[in-house]
């Protein structure tokens, strides 16, 4: 087990389904193109020029070739880049890829991955920095996998790529750089629907997915100078969710602070509340609180965008609310 870099456990997962797989196609324009891992990307175009495709920028077009290319036995890849591209193949995503298990009676499935990156990213304002995994889970038939971490980036890409499910790959540019201990084992493996317990804590759960994982630890560290002692749950898939890991949680801390980029109405956030207090009412010492993105269209400017986005400091200030302390400090 070595530390490597987020860009490079992803990069190493694709490597490894690209040649072990010969169904395994990479689709898209962004996987080539993000700074952390041009380079590796570029070797991997070199290694296999038949396997990796530069489409045409045209979502509808290249995420329904995808689509048509799994139903028809290949396990197909497809970057779809900025998150808010992906409205321009809803359509194809979440009413074909998501039914057509469903309608043809389990005859067709459509084995692929979508990938996209997420999120408040720095001066991506309204068009480029969405959060649309609420929107895609409210779709049935999608798993939906939002790794944080190197280690399970390069588990979940290898079990996604095995699964006869469309997949969304919910992503952010932020982690690219960040870095952490992976298996050596090219077949690592997470299954889905198994949440981790990022941090150990007492007195107030913190569930956190994609990058917020990593602001919730930063803000778990602050809080143990106020003498609170936060739990840091990552479902690592939404779709499907460990619910029981987050109620088990609750259920020990009493409080629950949930951290997320999409926005407030009908997000994650929204969901992950209503799963504990439809389970877990009764183990609440106090009302949980949601930090998320603002309702409003991303700002370009930063301190507006800044001033918009869950920060570590927010995610510092609910859970001192939660667990009383804001008052005792």
């Not at 890829?97 to 990938?115: E, L």
């Not at 759960?205 to 003498?227: I, K």
């Not at 949930?258 to 439809?278: F, K, L, P, W, Y």
């Not at 700002?299 to 507006?304: E, G, I, N, Y």
């Amino acid at each position: 087990m070595a530390d490597i870099l987020y860009a490079e456990a992803l990069v190493e997962a694709l490597r490894h389904q690209l040649a072990t797989d010969d169904r395994v196609h990479l689709l898209g324009q962004y996987f080539l193109g993000l700074t952390p891992h041009r380079a590796m990307m570029a070797e991997l175009r070199d290694e296999y020029p038949d396997r990796v495709y530069y489409p045409p920028i045209a979502e509808v077009g290249y995420v329904g070739v995808g689509i048509g290319a799994a139903m028809a036995g290949l396990r197909p890849i497809v970057d779809i880049a900025t998150a808010s591209f992906i409205f321009q193949a809803f359509p194809q995503v979440v009413n074909e890829a998501a039914n057509v298990h469903y309608m043809s009676g389990g005859q067709t499935s459509v084995p692929m991955i979508f990938h996209f990156n997420h999120g408040i990213r720095g001066g991506g304002a309204a068009q480029h920095s969405h959060s649309p995994q609420a929107m895609l889970w409210n779709t049935p038939g999608l798993e939906i996998m939002a790794p944080s971490t190197p280690r399970d980036v390069k588990g979940l890409v290898n079990t996604a790529a095995a699964s006869d499910n469309p997949t969304a790959w919910v992503d952010h540019v932020r982690l690219f750089e960040t870095t952490g201990p992976v298996p050596d084992d090219p077949d690592f493996a997470i299954p889905f629907g198994v949440a981790d317990v990022k941090r150990t804590g007492s007195d107030v759960t913190l569930f956190a997915s994609s990058w917020m994982v990593q602001r919730s630890l930063e803000a778990a560290e602050l809080l143990a100078g106020h003498g609170v002692d936060a739990e840091v749950i990552d479902p690592r898939t939404l779709s499907p969710l460990d619910e029981e890991a987050i109620i088990s949680s609750v259920a020990k801390t009493g409080r629950l602070v949930v951290v997320d980029e999409c926005h407030r109405r009908c997000g994650v956030a929204a969901e992950i509340m209503s799963v504990v207090t439809e389970n877990a009412f009764g183990e609440l010492q106090a009302p949980p609180i949601r930090v998320t993105a603002a309702d409003v269209p991303v700002p370009f400017s930063p301190p507006l965008e800044q001033y918009i986005e869950p920060t570590t400091d927010k995610i510092v200030a609910a859970a001192l609310q939660v667990t009383g302390a804001g008052r005792e400090a």
